[in-house]
Nanobody, 122 residues
Framework: QVQLVESGGGSVQAGGSLRLSCTASGRALRLYAMGWCRQAPGKARDFVAAISTSGGRTYYADSVKGRLTITRDNTNNAVYLQMNSLKPEDAAVYYC???????????????WGQGTQVTVSS
């Protein structure tokens, strides 16, 4: 098992930047494909970004391509989501996710963090 804890959320104006972090405990993070999802009030949880175990592959939702970047540091058991050019529609609770399979982490990961709130004001 792996336990995930997100941090780095907060409030920012439109056009600003935030960097979310996800740290893992339990099994080594390098064993897992990692991802980020988000959920706005009254909406379903949506996929945002995924990264393979080595970091060699990434995949993004069309709505965030070119603005959000997922990276990982297996030595420090951490995954990051750099968010630039933020828009009001990016406001949501952001969740870190882990799964042994790269495809599964995009849709039905085995593990979730507790989430971190991102607020974007216009």
């Amino acid at each position: 098992q792996v336990q995930l804890v997100e941090s780095g959320g907060g409030s920012v104006q439109a056009g600003g930047s935030l960097r979310l972090s996800c740290t893992a405990s339990g099994r080594a993070l390098r064993l897992y494909a990692m991802g980020w999802c988000r959920q706005a009030p009254g909406k379903a949880r949506d996929f945002v970004a995924a990264i393979s175990t080595s970091g060699g592959r990434t995949y993004y939702a069309d709505s965030v391509k070119g603005r959000l970047t997922i990276t990982r540091d297996n030595t420090n058991n951490a995954v990051y989501l750099q968010m630039n050019s933020l828009k009001p529609e990016d406001a949501a609770v952001y969740y870190c996710a882990a799964d042994l399979a790269f495809v599964a982490v995009q849709s039905r990961p085995d593990y979730w963090g507790q989430g971190t709130q991102v607020t974007v004001s216009s």
